[in-house]
C-alpha cells in the first residue's frame, strides 16, 4: 500500500480519536471545577463568583497577565525536568530538591563573585545552579543505572533531603545580618532581567528555549532517536547497541540540571535572594504539570499557563474571599486526580 | 461430584460450522468470507503462510474477536460467540502459542481456576483425582501437585490440554503446538491427539509445517491472504498440492552446498574460552563454555528453550557478563565490553523474540532500522539522521532478500512475520562478520524462512561466521557447518552433522542418554 493511500484509510480515524481526546479533556475540567465548586459551596462561598474572581484578576488586567507569566516561569522549566528523564522511562520526582540545590549553587556564585559584571557573574550562576542540580540528580541516576535503586523512591527522598542543607547553608554561612532565615540580597549584577516593567524576567526566555530546544532534540537529532528507543523498550534499545546506562545517567543530571536552573531563575530573577523553604513544592508543581501535559512541549506550555492561573487567582481569592489558600491545592489536587483517572474512566466509549 | 464427560461415540458427524466469516482491521482484509466445517473425531489442520488469516478466524470461533458478517452454527442451531466465556459454554477451547497459566500456583489450582460452576470452596483432592483420571486416560501424565514454574514446555502444554479436557471442552484449539517442543515431545504430542480423536473430539491444529499437516490431519483446510483457498482430505493432499494452494506462484527451495575445505586455518571470529555466566533469577547459568566460531562456519547451536540459548546469544553481545574465562572478537579481547562496542566491532544479533529483544514498538519502521547504527547515518555530529540513506540501504537489502513491509508505520503494527523480516533486513544490512541468529525462522512463513535461510547462507559464503541456535532440527542439520547441543548451560555435545542423527540430538537436547555419545 502506498503511504498516501495509508494516510486516506488512517485519516477519519485520527480526526475521530482528536476529537474524543478533546471532549475527554474538557469533560475532565468541567468535573474539576464542578467539585471545586462544591467546596467553595460548603465552605460557604459563591462559586460563580469566586471563579469570575479569579479570571477577572489575573486575566483581566495587564498586570495580572504579567504575574500569571512570573508565576508559569518555574513551572515551565521543572515541568521540563521531568519530561526530559521521562522519555527514557526514568521518573524524576525530585525536581523540588534539584530546584533547592541549584538555588544554593546559583545563590554561592553570587555571594561569593558579587563583584564580577553581570555579563559574566549570570552565566556563572546559571553553570552554577545547572551543576547544583544535576549533581542531586546524579545520585538516584547513577543508583537506578547499576540495578540498585529505583529513581522514583531516591528522588523523592532526596527532596526532605535537599531544603535542610539549604537551611545549613542559610543559618550557617549565608545569612544576613538583619535576618536568619535568609541571605542578604543580591547585587544588581546577579539579579535577571526584568521586562517591560514587569516581574517578569529572562526566566521566561530560558524556558521556551529550552522546551524548544527539547522538542527539536526528540524530534531531528540522533539522541533523541536513541532517547525514544530507549523509552519504548529499554531491552531491546540495550541489545542494539544503544549505551543505555549511559543514557540513564546522563538524561537523569540533565534533568537536575534542568530543575536547578529553575532555581537559579527563582532565587536570581524573582526572589534576588536566597529565603528559607522558598520554593513551596513548585517541583512538584513542575510533576503535575508534566503529567498533565502527557510530556509535550506545547502541552507543558498550556498546562504551565492554566496553573498560573490557579494559583495567582488563588492568592487573590485568600485576600477577598477569605479562603484559605490550601483550597487551591484541593483545586490543583481534583485536576490532577481526574487526569490520572483518565484511562479508566471513559473506557466505555471506546470502540 | 462433577463427573468426567464419558467418551463420545466415534461418529463422524458435523459438530460445528463457520459460514461465510468476515473480518476486517483497519487496511487489511484478514478474513474474506470463509467458510468452515469442523467434523467429530477429526484432526483438522489451518495451514497458511503469516498473515493468511488463520490465527484471525480462530480467535473468532474462541471470542476474541468479533466477526463483521458471517454465522458460526454449532449442531446446526445458530449460536453468537462474544467472549472467550461464550465459546466455553459451546464446549469450545483454545491452546494459545504462548500459554496462561499462571506459574506461581500448582497445576490443579491452574485447572481449578479454568472449570466452570467452580464451587466456593475448592476440593482439590477431588480436582486432583480428576486430572489423574483424564491425564491416565489420554497419556498426559502431570503431578496436579507441582507448580507450573517448575514444569517443561512440554509439560505446560499438557496442563493446557488437560485443563480444556476438564473444563469439558469438545473442540480443541492447538495455535501451532509443536513450535515449542523438541522431537520425542512433538511425538507424544500427536499421540494424544490420536487419542483424543478416538473418542469424538474435534481438533483443530493451527500451524505452517506442511509435514506434520501430511502425517497427521484427517483434513486440511488452506487459507491464502484471508481467502479459503481450498479443503482437502488426507487423502486428496500432498505436498504440491498443499504448496500450490499456500502460494500461488512455485517455491524457490534452499540451495545450500556446505562448504568442503573448513579453513581451520583461519583466525577465529568468536573464541570463548572457559567461559561462565552467573544467571539471575530464571536465566540459566552456562558453565564451561568452549566455542570458536570461523569465518565462513554457520555452527548451529541445538536445545530445548530455557537451556542457556538466550543467556549464550546476550554472552556474545555483551549483555550477560563473564563472571569467568575470556571472550575474544574478532582476535581481540572483548571480555566483558559493553554491547556499543561488540555492535560497532561488527556483529549483527537477530534475537528470539523481535517484539521484546529487538525493536521499539511506538516508533516507525525505519526508525527502527537506524537504531542499530545510528553513528552511521548521524550528521553534524548528530544534530540530523540521514532517513533517505536509512531508506536507500534499507531498501537494497529488502530487495535482496525479496522481503516487503511498509516502512512508516509504528512497528508495533507489524504481524509477528513481518517483525522478524524486519530484525533480519535490519541486521543483514550492516553486513555484519559475526552474526547470532536465534529462531531465525520463527513466525516466518515458508517461503520467507526459505529466503531468511538463504541470506544466512549467503553470509557465510561472503566470510561471515554464524552462530545459529534454533529448536527446528531439519532446520540445524540443513544449514549448520557444525553443531553443538546445549543442555542445561553446557555444551552436552558436538558434532558435524553428517555425523548424528535427529534422535541422538533431540536426547542430548533433553539431557537423556549422554553416556552414548562421544563429547568433543
Not at chain 1, 490557579?310 to 484541593?330: E, H, K, M, S, W
Not at chain 2, 458471517?70 to 453468537?80: K, S
Not at chain 2, 486432583?128 to 483424564?134: A, H, P, S
Not at chain 2, 526508525?367 to 534499507?394: C, E, F
Request: hydrophobic share 50%; aromatic share 8%; proline share 4%.
Amino acid at each position: 500500500m502506498s503511504k498516501l493511500t495509508e494516510t486516506f484509510t488512517h485519516f477519519p480515524v485520527v480526526r475521530q480519536k482528536a476529537l474524543q481526546a478533546a471532549v475527554r479533556y474538557l469533560l475532565m475540567i468541567l468535573f474539576a471545577f464542578l467539585m471545586f465548586g462544591l467546596i467553595l459551596l460548603i465552605s460557604g462561598k459563591d462559586p460563580l463568583q469566586s471563579y469570575k474572581d479569579i479570571l477577572s484578576s489575573t486575566l483581566g488586567s495587564a498586570y495580572g497577565f504579567s504575574e500569571v507569566i512570573v508565576a508559569m516561569i518555574p513551572m515551565l522549566i521543572t515541568a521540563l525536568a521531568v519530561a526530559l528523564p521521562s522519555r527514557v522511562g526514568l521518573i524524576n520526582v525530585g525536581g523540588e530538591g534539584q530546584l533547592y540545590l541549584g538555588a544554593a549553587f546559583a545563590t554561592f556564585g553570587a555571594l561569593t563573585f558579587s563583584s564580577l559584571p553581570a555579563w559574566l557573574l549570570l552565566p556563572l550562576m546559571v553553570l552554577l545552579g545547572m551543576l547544583g542540580g544535576a549533581l542531586w540528580a546524579f545520585i538516584p541516576g547513577y543508583l537506578k543505572s547499576i540495578g540498585l535503586v529505583n529513581e522514583t523512591i531516591t528522588s523523592l527522598l532526596l527532596n526532605s533531603v535537599a531544603p535542610k542543607i539549604i537551611g545549613f547553608l542559610i543559618f550557617g554561612f549565608w545569612h544576613s545580618p538583619m535576618d536568619t532565615v535568609k541571605t542578604a540580597n543580591f547585587v544588581a549584577a546577579a539579579r535577571l532581567p526584568t521586562f517591560f516593567g514587569t516581574r517578569i524576567h529572562l526566566g521566561l526566555v530560558f524556558g521556551l528555549v529550552l522546551l524548544l530546544v527539547f522538542w527539536l532534540v526528540m524530534k531531528y537529532t540522533r539522541w533523541g532517536l536513541e532517547m525514544r528507543a530507549i523509552g519504548s523498550n529499554p531491552q531491546a534499545a540495550r541489545r542494539n547497541g544503544i549505551p543505555l546506562s549511559k543514557y540513564l545517567v546522563i538524561v537523569m543530571c540533565i534533568g537536575g540540571a534542568i530543575a536547578g536552573l529553575a532555581g537559579m531563575a527563582q532565587v536570581s530573577g524573582f526572589y534576588g535572594v536566597l529565603l528559607l523553604n522558598f520554593s513551596m513544592s513548585l517541583g512538584f508543581m513542575g510533576f503535575m504539570i508534566c503529567w498533565l501535559a502527557g510530556g509535550e512541549p506545547l502541552g507543558i506550555v498550556l498546562m504551565s499557563f492554566v496553573v498560573a492561573v490557579i494559583t495567582t487567582g488563588g492568592n487573590l481569592l485568600q485576600l477577598t474571599r477569605d479562603l484559605p489558600y490550601a483550597v487551591i491545592n484541593i483545586l490543583l489536587a481534583f485536576t490532577l486526580f481526574v487526569v490520572l483517572a483518565r484511562p479508566t474512566f471513559f473506557k466505555g466509549t471506546k470502540s | 461430584m462433577i463427573k468426567n464427560p464419558a467418551p463420545m461415540t466415534a461418529e463422524k458427524k458435523q459438530f460445528l460450522a463457520m459460514r461465510g466469516i468476515t473480518k476486517s482491521f483497519p487496511g487489511v482484509l484478514a478474513n474474506d468470507a470463509i467458510n468452515l466445517d469442523i467434523f467429530n473425531a477429526e484432526i483438522h489442520a489451518l495451514l497458511g503462510e503469516n498473515g493468511a488469516g488463520k490465527s484471525t478466524l480462530m480467535k473468532i470461533l474462541y471470542g476474541f474477536y468479533r466477526c463483521d458478517s458471517g454465522q458460526i452454527l454449532i449442531n446446526g442451531q445458530q449460536v453468537t460467540i462474544h467472549s472467550p466465556h461464550d465459546a466455553r459454554l459451546h464446549q469450545i477451547g483454545m491452546v494459545f502459542q504462548d500459554f496462561n497459566l499462571i506459574p506461581a500456583l500448582s497445576v490443579a489450582e491452574n485447572i481449578a481456576l479454568f472449570l466452570p460452576n467452580l464451587p466456593a470452596v475448592l476440593n482439590i483432592k477431588e480436582i486432583n483425582q480428576r486430572i489423574l483420571e483424564v491425564s491416565k486416560r489420554y497419556d498426559l501424565q502431570v503431578n496436579p501437585r507441582a507448580m507450573v514454574s517448575q514444569l517443561s514446555i512440554g509439560e505446560q502444554q499438557k496442563v493446557e490440554i488437560l485443563k480444556l479436557l476438564l473444563a469439558e471442552a469438545h473442540l480443541l484449539i492447538l495455535d501451532e503446538p509443536t513450535r515449542v517442543l523438541a522431537p520425542h515431545e512433538v511425538e507424544a504430542l500427536f499421540k494424544v491427539l490420536d487419542s483424543l480423536r478416538k473418542d469424538g473430539y474435534a481438533i483443530v491444529q493451527i500451524t505452517h509445517k506442511m509435514k506434520e499437516v501430511l502425517e497427521r490431519a484427517d483434513r486440511i483446510t488452506v487459507l491464502r491472504g484471508g481467502h479459503l483457498a481450498g479443503t482437502l482430505s488426507q487423502a486428496e493432499a500432498s505436498e504440491e498440492k498443499l504448496v500450490a494452494l499456500m502460494f500461488e506462484k512455485k517455491l524457490t527451495s534452499l540451495q545450500v552446498g556446505h562448504k568442503t575445505v573448513t579453513e581451520k586455518s583461519s583466525a577465529p571470529l568468536l573464541e570463548l574460552l572457559g567461559v561462565e555466566t552467573h544467571g539471575e533469577g530464571a536465566e540459566t547459568s552456562l558453565k564451561a563454555i568452549e566455542l570458536e566460531v570461523h569465518p565462513g562456519e554457520i555452527v548451529g547451536v541445538a536445545g530445548v528453550s530455557g537451556n542457556g540459548q538466550k543467556e549464550l546469544g546476550d554472552l556474545v553481545l555483551g549483555m550477560v557478563r563473564c563472571s569467568r574465562g575470556r571472550k575474544l572478537l574478532f582476535g581481540k579481547d572483548f571480555t566483558n565490553q559493553s554491547v556499543q562496542k561488540v555492535r560497532r566491532s561488527g556483529v549483527g544479533f537477530i534475537p528470539e523474540n523481535p517484539l521484546t529483544m529487538a525493536i521499539a514498538p511506538f516508533m516507525s519502521v525505519l526508525q527502527n532500522m537506524a537504531l542499530t547504527r545510528t553513528w552511521r547515518y548521524s550528521r553534524a555530529g548528530g544534530l540530523s539522521i540521514d532517513w533517505p540513506a536509512v531508506k536507500a540501504d534499507v531498501e537494497k537489502t529488502m530487495g535482496r532478500l525479496e522481503f516487503s513491509f511498509p516502512l512508516y508505520v509504528p512497528a508495533r503494527s507489524l504481524s509477528g512475520g513481518n517483525l522478524q523480516r524486519m530484525v533480519i533486513i535490519r541486521e543483514m544490512t550492516q553486513e555484519p562478520r559475526l552474526i547470532i541468529a536465534s529462531y531465525l525462522t520463527r513466525g516466518l512463513d515458508v517461503q520467507s524462512a526459505i529466503a531468511a535461510r538463504q541470506a544466512l547462507v549467503q553470509a557465510r559464503d561472503n566470510g561471515a561466521g554464524i552462530l545459529f541456535i534454533s529448536e527446528d532440527l531439519e532446520e540445524l542439520f540443513t544449514l549448520s557447518d557444525r553443531l553443538i547441543v546445549l543442555y542445561a548451560g553446557t555444551i552436552a555435545g558436538s558434532f558435524k552433522p553428517e555425523e548424528t542423527t535427529f534422535f541422538e540430538v533431540g536426547h542430548l537436547m533433553t539431557g537423556s542418554e549422554v553416556h552414548h555419545v562421544q563429547i568433543n
